[in-house]
């Protein structure tokens, strides 16, 4: 039976903006991970247009905790890019063309909005939206299970794991449950696992707080004069200051000179939209520096991670600096959720970037060992940083994929996604490689798709960067 029919129901024929042919098979749906409490998480898979049938199969995931895979769906690496009607002044619908650097050119490619309570994902059981670290990785699990018992024709493909930012803690839990499950299960219940790779993503909570005093320096946004200061008060731990300290005051000196800078690419303009949003915007900033323990961050309990609807407030779960507008506009139209199979806003919600619904503890700590483990077991991995993103600084990665004393294969060199420019560096471990972006932020693919495709497409094929 072709595929096609046989998951009739998921099939997208059309959507509402996109007037070209899909150049391969695109599905979406919701796959329930808990009958008794009513779990549902949606996904949307575009299959490869090159060789579906033996491409590896990409799960992605953003971070937040509680951001939608939506967002590298919209604005990095989907089927389609989007822009508003500019024949109507930018006011008018959206527009859908096709997306020259998608990787599903390359990759079997499932967008997941997870944990339940993000994006297009909800629950019938309201406790379902307290959650953490550990739930979510046994609920992207049990998905995944799923997913490859419905789309069977796709479970001998390699797979690979990953995502962003503080995906840095959903892509490795992640790949523990189902590394620890494949060792137990029978050979049906296995899933074909080869490797995963965390762009931008927090991993250690010392080694990231540690990492940005560092990398604003390094990129002349800090005085050599505070800096020294700095270093010497706070003799190199920036991240757990106290407030009361000369560390602690120089720490707020020095965070007064980065307010109004664009965290996630330093080079970028950081949008403003009125204001109430610049005032909300500041007192973000306040928050998510004040704790001295970023990306862990804001007033409350330890372990706790605020998302980050709770610390903007006006800004309308946006993060500080990014603007939105297309993927609200799209995931909120009506027709579109229709095109598209997910429930309407009276079941499963309004789409919003990063979802306050939730309450998500940080229960795993450090990713460190989880790291060294899956390389132990044969994984592949990939860390890269766009050079230019102040929300998880590659000063950090750098630093923690240095510590797993893995072996060294390749010392630090440049690489090319074409055949003249450098694109960035890379320093190759047995088992793992740590690669950095020349110019790009924190989104990666958003701002250099082109190399975005060519690491990733080199990376899942197992090619020297």
């Known amino acids: 039976m072709d595929v096609s029919t046989r998951h009739a129901e998921d099939l997208v024929t059309g959507i509402p903006g996109y007037a070209y ?13 808990d009958e008794r409490h009513g779990r549902h998480l949606y996904y949307y898979f575009a299959t490869s247009e090159r060789d579906p049938e033996n491409d590896p199969v990409v799960l992605w995931l953003n971070g937040g905790p509680g951001c939608s895979s939506f967002d590298g769906f919209v604005y990095e690496h989907g089927p389609f890019k989007f822009q508003f009607d ?7 619908g959206l527009v859908l063309t096709p997306n020259e650097h998608a990787w599903n050119q390359v990759a079997n490619m499932i967008y997941l909005d997870s944990p339940a309570g ?3 994902s909800y629950s019938e059981t309201q406790s379902d939206y307290i959650t953490n670290d550990t739930h979510t ?63 931008n993503g927090v991993c250690d909570q010392q080694i990231d707080g540690n990492a940005i005093m560092p990398f604003a320096f390094g990129k002349a946004l800090l005085s050599t004069e505070l800096y020294r200061s700095l270093h ?56 998510q520096h004040g704790s001295r323990s970023w990306p862990f961050t804001g007033s409350v309990k330890p372990g706790l991670v605020p998302n980050w609807a709770h610390l903007l407030g006006e800004l309308g779960h946006t993060p500080p600096c990014l603007e939105s507008r297309e993927m609200w506009a799209f995931l909120n139209d009506d027709d579109v959720r229709a095109a598209l199979h997910a429930k309407p806003m009276h079941i499963a919600g309004r789409f919003d970037e990063c979802s306050d619904r939730i309450t998500y503890s940080h229960n795993m700590g450090s990713m460190l060992p989880i790291h060294a483990e ?25 630093a923690w994929t240095r510590s797993l004393n893995l072996p060294v294969r390749e010392r630090w060199r440049p690489w090319l996604a074409g055949k003249s420019q450098i694109s960035g560096y890379v320093q190759e471990y047995e088992g ?19 190399e975005a495709l060519a690491l990733i497409s080199r990376f899942l094929e197992g090619r020297r960067l």
């Open 374 to 398: 899956l390389v132990s077991k044969g994984l592949q991995a990939l860390i890269y940083s766009g050079d230019h993103d102040m929300c998880v600084p590659h000063t950090g990665s750098e």
């Open 432 to 450: 793992l490689k740590f690669a950095t972006i020349r110019g790009a932020g924190h989104m990666v693919p958003q701002t250099k798709p082109k």
């Open 232 to 287: 010497r008060s706070c003799n190199g731990q920036f991240w757990n200051a106290s407030y009361d300290s000369e560390c602690g005051r120089l720490l707020d000196e020095a965070y007064d000179d980065l307010r109004g800078i664009n965290i996630y690419n330093i080079l970028e303009p950081c949008y403003h939209k009125g204001a109430e949003q610049d005032g909300a915007l500041q007192q973000a900033q306040q928050a």
């Open 137 to 199: 990785a046994r609920d992207s699990h049990r998905f995944l299970q799923r997913f490859f018992d419905k789309y069977e024709e796709f479970a001998k493909n390699p797979f690979f794991i990953v995502g962003e930012s503080y995906a840095g803690v959903y892509v490795p839990t992640l790949a523990q449950v189902v590394q620890g499950s494949n060792e137990a299960a029978d050979s049906h219940r296995r899933i074909n696992l080869q490797g995963y790779a965390v762009g």
């Open 86 to 92: 500019e024949r109507k002044g930018g006011e008018g």
């Open 118 to 120: 993000v994006g297009l």
């Open 21 to 33: 042919d899909f150049s391969s098979l695109h599905y979406s749906g919701y796959v329930t991970v």
